[in-house]
C-alpha cells in the first residue's frame, strides 16, 4: 500500500489531503507524516500481516528518545485518525 509506485503515491496524497498532512516517503513502506506546519507528527508504516498489508501508526515519544507504535489499522484513514487523536 504505502511503496514508492506511482498508483500508491497517488492514495497517498488523496488521504493526506483528507486530513490535512503531508506524507513523505521516509524509507521502503515508511512515509513521515508532517502537519500543515510541516511539524512531523510521526509515521506510517506498511506491515505485512497474514490477511493483507496492515498500517502502523507510529509516534516519537521524546523522553525515551524512541518511536512508540500506538497501532496497526486496516487503512491509512484510520492509522492517521489515530496519530490526529493522540496527540
Do not use: I
Request: hydrophobic share 40%; net charge positive; aromatic share 8%.
Amino acid at each position: 500500500m504505502f511503496t514508492q509506485t506511482d498508483t500508491e503515491e497517488l492514495v497517498a496524497r488523496d488521504v493526506a489531503l483528507r486530513w490535512g498532512v503531508r506524507l513523505t516517503p521516509a524509507a521502503p513502506h515508511l512515509w513521515r507524516v508532517q502537519d500543515a506546519s510541516g511539524r512531523v507528527v510521526g509515521h506510517l508504516e506498511a506491515v505485512a500481516h497474514s490477511d493483507g498489508t496492515r498500517v502502523r501508526a507510529r509516534r516519537f515519544h521524546p523522553p525515551s528518545r524512541a518511536f512508540r507504535d500506538l497501532g496497526d489499522f486496516w487503512s491509512a484513514d484510520d492509522a492517521l485518525e489515530c496519530l490526529r487523536l493522540g496527540r
